[in-house]
Nanobody, 126 residues
């Protein structure tokens, strides 16, 4: 059974950092690109980042470029999202998802991802 489980969310002050983890099971992580998405209340889901399976190339939304870093440890079946310099506009439920093929060259769209985790809440507040 394919499973993706996010963790690491929480409350952080503006300018702070968090590292999210996406632990996968039921499939071989080496074979898949993995993406991160987020959704805030009343807003549409937004693609945040994606990491390819082979070359490890990464994709970032403009809103997080330079602040967030996606990485993967295939030996631990885990993908990470390190979030630095968190802003008041970053709070959301963050989801990881398994891509159906490679990371898209254009905007990250949910339709390109087939399996999703349950999400982890990130709150930014002073």
């Amino acid at each position: 059974q394919v499973q993706l489980v996010e963790s690491g969310g929480g409350l952080v002050q503006p300018g702070g950092s968090l590292r999210l983890s996406c632990a996968v099971s039921g499939f071989t992580l080496d074979y898949y690109a993995i993406g991160w998405f987020r959704q805030a209340p009343g807003k549409e889901r937004e693609g945040v980042s994606c990491i390819n399976r082979r070359d490890g190339n990464t994709v970032y939304a403009d809103s997080v470029k330079g602040r967030f870093t996606i990485s993967r440890d295939n030996t631990k079946n885990t993908v990470f999202l390190k979030m630095n310099s968190l802003k008041p506009e970053d709070p959301a439920v963050y989801y990881c998802a398994r891509a159906t093929t490679a990371c898209p060259l254009g905007p990250l769209l949910g339709g390109d991802f087939g399996s999703w985790g349950q999400g982890t809440q990130v709150t930014v507040s002073s």
